[in-house]
């Protein structure tokens, strides 16, 4: 399936990011829904795809807010699994 054309609008793309660190897209991405494969379309696109000199930065930050969620979720998956306590081992004791 081709999506086009590419999605370039900074409104819109600001706010596809935002759905997603909200977390107002994880039961669709959970359902594989129309759109939320939208969305991955678009971001995907724009931050890999897409060359235009005046939108590096724009496609930068974007990466930034993807990749600082992720962080954050799997800070909070390791205190979900170690029930809330992070233990740090150092040497072999």
């Not at 990011?17 to 494969?37: E, I, N, P, Q």
């Not at 496609?59 to 954050?72: E, F, I, T, V």
């Amino acid at each position: 399936m081709k999506l086009g054309p590419l999605q370039d609008d900074e409104g819109i793309l600001e706010a596809y990011v935002k759905a997603w660190v909200s977390g107002a897209l994880d039961r669709a991405a959970t359902r594989g829904s129309m759109a939320f494969t939208l969305v991955l379309h678009h971001l995907s696109s724009f931050i890999f795809l897409f060359h235009a000199n005046d939108k590096i930065t724009l496609g930068n930050k974007l990466a930034k807010s993807l990749l600082r969620d992720y962080s954050k979720k799997q800070r909070h998956e390791v205190l979900n699994f170690s029930g809330g306590r992070i233990t740090y081992w150092f040497g072999s004791d």
